[in-house]
């Protein structure tokens, strides 16, 4: 077995045996659910990756404005690299070097040969988790200039509040007087609004949800049977966090082999596979200073409810 299936195995089986049962939502991102993830960006219900694009674009000179040049920059999760494609376009002038992070070697293909096509040839990428792929782009950042790292699309609120702060700290660890981060987050916005981006009419976020019990099955040998569970997604208020769960609709075993899995699930007992925390502004600067940032600028669209902050060092 390989390190990424074994690992995929042991956080699939120490999830799964959790109350309430879990699955851990980094693992949505193989091929096809990196692919369905794009299709979630262009539903007309979810629209932080088209308000966040425009923002990048509209505003990339001021973003990069109090920065030493030349700035290198390195993405957290770069996905197709469609929004820093937008922003490069927009900031109309050359990086020291462009260094992509993700989980998906197919995002990376995609964000990469994206880069090409424009131009920007001057471009790492690194496969793996954030903290790894942050500890390679701070050790080959150019020497000279500044550094901005990206962390977009709200990704910060996948993670429970704990984790988010170890995570900002890290990155602040990781960056030099002159650097900065540039955070995309979500903002709290009506239930409704918030109910329709992550259960969208067109069904596409079930998918994107009931594609992790297909990767289980095609990598670990499960027998998750995809008809046997309903798509559901909840506003916690208190929590501030939208959940995606995957219900079963009967009372079934399910056995993973690879994994060491064999368990009974209830009729209607909940699997808990993603939580998507959302933001007020003055939150996200006050989480800002919290990791050690000195000073932040934050840029707001106000339809969308989305936060754009960069964070100085
Ligand atoms: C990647 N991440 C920020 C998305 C979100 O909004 O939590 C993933 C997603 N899940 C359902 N729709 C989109």
Redesign the pocket.
């Known amino acids: 077995m390989t390190d990424l299936r074994a690992a995929f195995a042991a956080d699939v089986r120490e999830a799964l045996q959790r109350t309430p049962r879990q699955l851990p939502s980094r693992y949505f991102y193989d091929e096809l659910g990196s692919a369905l ?1 794009e299709a ?1 960006c262009r539903l007309p219900w ?1 629209r ?1 990756t088209r308000a966040e694009t425009a923002m990048l674009s509209r505003h990339a000179r001021e973003i990069l404005g109090p920065l030493a040049r030349p700035v290198g920059l390195a993405e957290l999760g770069c996905g197709s690299g469609e929004k820093l494609a937008s922003f490069a376009t927009s900031a109309a002038e050359p990086f020291s070097l462009v260094q992509l992070i993700d989980i998906s070697p197919a995002a990376l293909d995609m964000a990469t040969y994206r880069l090409a096509a424009m131009g920007i040839r001057s471009v790492l990428a690194h496969h793996g988790t954030y903290e790894d792929g942050l500890a390679q782009a701070a050790r080959q950042r150019h020497p000279a200039g500044s550094l901005m790292v990206l962390f977009l ?3 910060i ?2 993670f429970d509040p704990a984790v988010s702060h170890d995570l900002l700290v890290r990155i602040r660890g990781e960056l030099r007087e002159g650097d900065a981060l540039l955070l995309g987050s ?1 903002l709290v916005k009506p239930e409704r609004d918030l109910l329709l981006a ?1 259960n969208d009419p067109l069904r596409v ?1 079930a998918a ?1 949800n009931r594609n992790l019990l297909r990767r289980i099955d095609d990598e670990l040998g499960g027998n998750f049977d995809l008809d046997g569970f309903d798509h559901r997604a909840v506003w916690n208020a208190p929590a501030r966090r939208v959940e ?1 769960h995957l219900v079963s609709l009967r009372r079934q075993h399910v056995v993973i082999p690879a994994a060491g899995v064999n368990v009974t699930l209830e009729q209607d007992e909940p699997i808990w596979t ?1 939580s ?1 925390h959302k933001y007020e502004a003055a939150q996200v600067l006050a989480e800002g200073r919290a990791a050690g940032f000195t000073q932040a600028e934050q840029w707001i669209d106000d339809g969308a409810k989305f936060a754009l902050t960069r964070f100085a060092v």
């Open positions: 993830f979630i979810y932080i699309g709200s990704n609120g996948n979500d992550y976020t994107f995606a993603e998507s």
